[in-house]
């Protein structure tokens, strides 16, 4: 396969597929996992997070910035495999303007 036909099949494949080999390598699943955000300070928006981890038993922590015009959430929720915790991230990048570190 040429280097173009190579970065052509990553292109049309799974963007989260590197990542999922990293957790896949690096933690032993069901685990806690620890999910980091940075949200504009909207209640909408806070509101939407919060909403998104209210069916699981995740402990959430959140910091406002020093100028207060941004929160910043730790959340911790327990999950049983790394498709779960893809699951997570790709429904909090819907939020817009949602920071995921």
Do not use: H, W
């Amino acid at each position: 396969m040429s280097t173009g036909e190579n970065v052509n099949a990553s292109l049309g494949g799974d963007p989260y597929e590197n990542f999922r080999s990293l957790l896949q390598q690096s933690i032993v699943f069901p685990t806690e996992y620890t999910f980091k955000f940075i949200i504009k300070a909207d209640e909408d928006k806070i509101a939407e997070l919060k909403s998104m981890f209210a069916d699981v038993s995740a402990r959430i922590t959140e910091t406002s910035s020093s100028g207060g015009k941004y929160k910043s959430f730790t959340v911790q929720v327990p999950v049983q495999d790394e498709e779960e915790v893809i699951s997570y991230y790709k429904e909090v990048s819907k939020i817009d303007s949602v920071i995921m570190l």
